[in-house]
């Protein structure tokens, strides 16, 4: 940030950033790069990608196999984390200290690492720069099994549910909350969800609100304001209960059977059975989670759920080791986190299932992770005055002292909560040093020798260079081969099968007789 040209005030005020202690606590640990090939899931699909692309072409009966954008995330998966694969150097200015740091894949199903980070980053963001610092409350939508198909194929059907939810949502906030001004608005962040805990495609819906709605202030009030947080009005929800779940379930269940019934998907008698199933008729709604507005720490960890990935690596383990996975026969555990209906705490699988359960997960390109609703949405007229409200204020000499702390980096967080003159928008995504440091409290950047800052030279991609330095330093040069797809098990076996006799064996048997004839009577 350019310097200016004269000293601020004493009295000037920012807006201070929502989770300063994780942000500026000190960082000690060593960092050492993550290893993927010592994971289960990487030796899966290095040995199996293949053949399981071949037995879903012969599977399909069109001969198209699983979609291109799958196949590329598999594939971009495998060189995620290898040096072999391209890297960037960095080294120390103080004591000349160099290491390799591989690239990753920026995958968005199959790579646990790339998932984990993707959700870091956006529970960072929105902890920091969006969600307000008032209570929030997580609604989770669930629909009947019979419908869930159609929103798997269709983003478009998925979107017309998220909106009819979304409405039904405000309404159900306005009815619970105090006062209503006419034109009140909610704050809210969705998360479409295509995944289960047991790996199993169920598209579910996440949306944490803002627990009340908000009202424009009248204008005399609005004029009178000094700092634009006095333009609107904010109505907590104090009533609600889970009679209110239960309306909005219900609710949603008219709406969205007679969206299906007019686009086609279902018949009037399907639909009208469906309404007279016991209860809500599947779908569900929980509003059981609510976070308080200073307790940051609990919204990063929800909004962590609510963005997470549809594999945890740390669950998935091989019985045999490592090693036996490159065998068609061997078997993966997954732990579940809970019991699933059927009782089971763990998954069996063989690679082929595990590949093929990942491959219903992935999600199609150009669909968004999380989307804005009401006053957080990106054109909202009063997006930046809803995002400052029950945020704390500093004073800028502390914030001064909170950037020496750190050595001087520090980022403005006023960007998404104070507009600027210039009206430039600045980006609000945080480095990748900087999110490891926050999640895991270990700099990448820190030099293991003299703990002094690190800092990017290069990036390497250029094969041949790739392999000689990695050549020169004893390291793997050449990415992991990729075993080619196997034949079916009956080719698999090589047995001679040509007619041949053999004087000292002895007279084979003769076949047992069998009567072949009609069975008669049986069919009386």
């Not at 047991?198 to 803002?210: E, G, K």
């Amino acid at each position: 940030m350019a310097a200016r040209a004269q000293p601020p005030s004493p009295t000037t005020r920012r807006w201070a950033p929502s989770a300063v202690a994780p942000e500026y606590r000190p960082v000690g640990a060593v960092y050492r790069p993550r290893r993927p090939t010592a994971t289960p899931l990487y030796p899966v699909v290095q040995h199996h990608l293949e053949t399981f692309l071949a037995v879903a072409v012969e599977a399909d009966p069109n001969g198209w196999g699983v979609p291109a954008w799958v196949e590329e995330d598999f594939r971009r998966y495998l060189g995620c984390g290898i040096l072999a694969r391209g890297f960037a150097r960095v080294r120390c200015g103080d004591c000349g200290q160099e290491r390799l740091l591989a690239f990753s894949c920026k995958g968005r199903g199959v790579c646990p690492s790339c998932n984990a980070r993707r959700m870091a980053e956006v529970a960072a963001h929105l902890t920091d720069h969006v969600l307000p610092h008032l209570p929030v409350r997580q609604w989770v939508l669930s629909l009947p099994k019979r419908l869930r198909p159609f929103l798997h194929g269709s983003p478009e059907v998925a979107s017309a549910v998220l909106g009819i939810f979304v409405r039904a949502l405000r309404a159900t906030l306005r009815r619970a909350s105090s006062t209503v001004p006419v034109g009140s608005e909610i704050a809210a962040i969705s998360f479409p969800q295509r995944f289960g805990n047991s790996l199993n495609p169920h598209y579910h819906f996440h949306v944490l609100a803002v627990d009340g709605v908000f009202g424009e202030s009248p204008p005399a009030e609005a004029n009178a304001a000094t700092d634009g947080r006095d333009e609107v009005q904010f109505h907590e929800a104090a009533r609600l209960g889970p009679e209110h779940s239960e309306a909005l379930a219900r609710l949603v269940q008219h709406r969205v059977l007679r969206a299906f019934r007019r686009r086609g998907f279902l018949a009037d008698d399907a639909a009208a059975g469906m309404l007279a199933w016991q209860g809500t008729g599947g779908f569900s709604v929980d509003a059981s989670v609510r976070i308080e507005g200073d307790d940051r720490a609990g919204l990063e960890r929800l909004v962590r759920y609510c963005a997470r990935g549809p594999l945890a690596l740390e669950r998935l383990y091989a019985p045999g080791g490592i090693a036996s996975l490159t065998s068609p026969d061997a078997r993966l555990v997954y732990r579940l986190p809970a019991p699933d209906p059927s009782g089971r705490t763990e998954l069996w699988l063989t690679p082929i299932e595990l590949l093929e359960r990942l491959a219903r997960l992935v999600p199609p390109p150009r669909i968004h992770r999380h989307r804005y609703h009401g006053l957080l949405a990106p054109h909202a007229r009063l997006r930046s005055v809803v995002v400052a409200l029950g945020r704390p204020m500093l004073e800028e000499p502390e914030l001064a002292r909170l950037a020496a702390g750190t050595g001087g980096t520090t980022t403005k967080p006023a960007s998404t909560c104070e507009p600027e003159a210039s009206g430039t928008n600045r980006s609000a995504r945080i480095s990748w040093a900087r999110l490891l440091a926050r999640i895991y409290e270990v700099l990448p950047l820190l030099c293991p020798a003299c703990r002094g800052e690190m800092r990017v030279i290069s990036f390497i991609t250029d094969t041949p260079t790739v392999e000689t330095i990695l050549h020169h330093l004893a390291l793997p040069y050449r990415p992991p081969p990729l075993t080619p797809a196997r034949a079916p098990p009956q080719a698999e076996l090589d047995f001679d099968q040509t007619s041949a006799f053999d004087p000292s064996d002895p007279e084979p048997l003769s076949d047992p007789d069998f009567d072949q004839s009609p069975p008669g009577d049986w069919d009386a």
